[in-house]
């Protein structure tokens, strides 16, 4: 029996039930895209935008550890194509919220992805 439970699922199948899920957790005006992590078959590119005048845009770097678990990095902020500051306190509240969003699609699709 192997050690960890390991994702079995396509990469492709991934991205599109995460592209389905992740817009029931956001907030109305967000939007997300879901990518494969080419580099990473247990891994996914996540682009969220941010309702708002604001308009900001955040990458994340998601990798299942397990069928369960996930890993998220943020990889960058960015308004108007330009890099932002991810110190500030209005940021850093968007990164936590969006990581906690990101959370709840991994656990929603849980039934799919547990081997």
Partial sequence: MPAK????????????????????????GDEAEVRPDHAHPNGLRVTIRSAGRQQYEFD??????????????LVDVERDDEHVNEGSFIIQQLIAEYRRHLHECAQALQAYTHA
């Fill in 5 to 28: 439970d390991q994702l079995t699922m396509p990469q492709s199948e991934l991205v599109e039930r995460w592209q389905h899920e992740l817009k029931h957790h956001l907030k109305d």
């Fill in 60 to 73: 994340f770097d998601i990798r299942y550890l397990d069928s369960r678990e996930i890993d998220i990095g």
